[in-house]
């Protein structure tokens, strides 16, 4: 498995502001992915990042709200845009490695919107 | 849309017996099928996986059976110890997209 660093771990934020979650993974990947998990509820996938290209969103999810960067193989940011408290959530990001695309965790970024 | 649905959403069991969660998903296109663990605080771990050519796999105390057509897998835990407490998720997955999706979770309580 890869380390896959996020920053930060935790954090409380304002409401009205913005907060860039960043993931830094040791080893070159294609595929980077940005879920969201809620407060006692499951994983929901936010978007796909590759480099070289626009992220791709999930229904539900839009650019305007959640901006993406994946500006090389081992590194992507999510941007938390305009938070309110329903925006407190686990932010993970995850990678797939090796040939059968296991996905692996980050160790995840805890906001609180207050 | 694609979806997958876990059972139970709590389990508690004894020290010592066994625990078994079961998915059932909706894409027939999915052909990895990852479980992890996740404990209070902490993310998801992946705990053991199967992709759709194989029919069960076993690590240890864990195993995870599919049944494809049915689109059906389970998580089974044996002789199941306090630490093995957590909150299961099942998961769903195509090899080309990467993407998954994830059932609702099982929260799992091992009373000593």
């Known amino acids: 498995s890869a380390v896959i660093s996020q920053k930060p771990s935790r954090d409380i934020c304002q409401r009205g502001t913005s907060l860039t979650i960043q993931c830094q993974v040791d080893s070159q990947v294609t595929m980077m992915f940005w879920y969201r998990q809620q407060p006692g509820q499951s994983l929901t996938l936010i978007a796909t990042?590759?480099?070289?290209?626009?992220?791709?969103?999930e229904s539900g999810f839009v650019i305007d709200k959640f901006p993406i960067s994946r500006p090389n193989l081992t590194f992507s940011t999510l941007t938390v845009s305009n938070m309110s408290p329903e925006d407190s959530s686990i932010y993970l990001c995850?990678?797939?490695?090796?040939?059968?695309?296991?996905?692996?965790f980050g160790e995840g970024s805890w906001l609180t919107v207050v | 849309g694609e979806n997958v649905e876990q059972h139970p959403s709590t389990l508690s069991v004894q020290e010592g017996d066994s625990a078994v969660i079961k998915c059932t998903y909706s894409?027939?296109?999915?052909?990895?099928f990852p479980w992890y663990k996740q404990e209070l605080g902490k993310r998801p771990q992946l705990i053991i996986d199967?992709?759709?050519?194989?029919g069960e796999k076993k690590d240890q105390r864990i195993a995870v059976t599919l049944n494809k057509t049915a689109k059906h897998f389970s998580l089974h835990i044996t002789e199941t110890q306090p630490e093995d407490s957590a909150v299961y998720f099942c998961a769903a997955g195509s090899g080309n997209t990467g993407k998954l999706i994830f059932g609702q979770g099982t929260t799992l309580q091992v009373k000593p």
């Open positions: 995850s990678v797939e490695l090796g040939a059968g695309n296991t996905i692996y």
């Open positions: 990042a590759n480099q070289g290209s626009e992220a791709t969103y």
């Open positions: 894409d027939s296109a999915s052909n990895y």
């Open positions: 199967i992709r759709s050519n194989v």
